[in-house]
């Protein structure tokens, strides 16, 4: 899915010439959105073959962490370039992934 996806992300704003500060933020905030709309979809697939069992937890948490950590340092890089990638924004966004995940 990332290997498809990144590519057409990245390709997109390249073609658009304007790979700047509004561009790593504009992608930083469609990768949350991204997410908020992807896990659903993959948490139903689950349910829907009707094999949520532990080894299903498995897959699903190692997929999602394997997608966090690709995603995490876009977002990351998003703060960095606003210029307020500071403590308050470490334990916010930390709590935030936290609160996510669980």
């Known amino acids: 899915f990332i ?4 590519p057409f992300i990245t390709s997109s704003f390249a073609i658009i010439g304007s790979f700047n500060e509004s561009s790593f933020v504009i992608m930083g905030s469609f990768i949350v ?3 908020v709309i992807i896990v659903p979809f993959i948490a139903s697939s689950f349910a829907i073959i009707g094999s949520f069992n532990e ?5 699903m948490g ?3 962490v394997f997608f966090i950590v690709i995603i995490v340092p876009f977002i990351t890089s998003s703060f960095a370039i606003i210029g307020s990638f500071n403590e308050s924004s ?3 966004m930390g709590s935030f992934i936290v609160f996510f995940i669980v």
């Open 3 to 6: 290997v498809i996806i990144v």
């Open 90 to 92: 470490f334990v916010i």
């Open 62 to 64: 190692s997929f999602i």
């Open 33 to 35: 959105f991204f997410i």
């Open 55 to 59: 080894s299903s937890f498995v897959i």
